[in-house]
T-cell receptor, first 115, second 114 residues
Framework: SAVISQKPSRDICQRGTSLTIQCQVD?????MFWYRQQPGQSLTLIAT?????????ESGFVIDKFPISRPNLTFSTLTVSNMSPEDSSIYLC????????????FGPGTRLTVL | AQSVTQLGSHVSVSEGALVLLRCNYS??????LFWYVQYPNQGLQLLLK??????LVKGINGFEAEFKKSETSFHLTKPSAHMSDAAEYFC????????????FGKGTLLTVNP
């Protein structure tokens, strides 16, 4: 399985600012995913990021709020823009497992608190 | 559309007791099914998966799950709970041709009492 790291591991931010979260994988992968896990909740897919193409956003998430970059096969960033306290969540990146069975492997997450 | 229902947001067992975490799914096509575990302040770790073939699948840390098509269930079990099993467990469903998208259940928090 892939080894995935995220930076920062946690942050406390002020309302109205933006934070960029980095996701690094130790091997080349085609598909990367960004999830939000709100306090006490399950995972909600924000977008799918394929290298060389625009990210595909899920219903309820827009590029202006969550811009994503995918410059190569081992790296992606998610920016949380113009933050409000409602954006306080854990943000997780994941990668496809390389088989054809939908498995994904997850990073450790970024714990974001917005004041 | 797919959906996952995990019965019981919180399950508490004694150390050494049977662990049973329930998961029911809805899918219009044969599903791929997964259990993930999330330890405090960590990401999700794949515990086990059902794709095709044998319906009883074994995972890490002594866990296993059985795919029952007639009951649309994929319950997770472990014969004897250990204190280190305390974590949040998520059931997830995927399907062929969905570009690896997974639908997650709401999670079940397992606590293990000494």
């Amino acid at each position: 399985s892939a080894v995935i790291s995220q930076k920062p591991s946690r942050d406390i931010c002020q309302r109205g600012t933006s934070l960029t979260i980095q996701c690094q994988v130790d091997s080349q992968v085609t598909m990367m995913f960004w999830y939000r896990q709100q306090p006490g909740q399950s995972l909600t897919l924000i977008a799918t990021a394929n290298q060389g193409s625009e990210a595909t956003y899920e219903s309820g998430f827009v590029i202006d709020k969550f811009p994503i970059s995918r410059p190569n096969l081992t790296f992606s960033t998610l920016t949380v823009s113009n933050m409000s306290p409602e954006d306080s969540s854990i943000y997780l990146c994941s990668v496809e497992g390389g088989s054809s069975y939908n498995e994904q492997f997850f990073g450790p997450g970024t714990r974001l608190t917005v004041l | 559309a797919q959906s996952v229902t995990q019965l019981g947001s919180h399950v508490s067992v004694s150390e050494g007791a049977l662990v049973l975490l329930r998961c029911n799914y809805s899918s219009s096509v044969p599903p791929y099914l997964f259990w993930y575990v999330q330890y405090p302040n960590q990401g999700l770790q794949l515990l086990l998966k059902y794709t095709t073939g044998a319906t009883l699948v074994k995972g890490i840390n002594g866990f296993e799950a059985e795919f029952k098509k007639s009951e649309t269930s994929f319950h997770l079990t472990k014969p004897s709970a250990h204190m280190s099993d305390a974590a949040e467990y998520f059931c997830a469903v995927g399907r062929r041709g969905s570009n690896y998208k997974l639908t997650f259940g709401k999670g079940t928090l397992l606590t293990v009492n000494p």
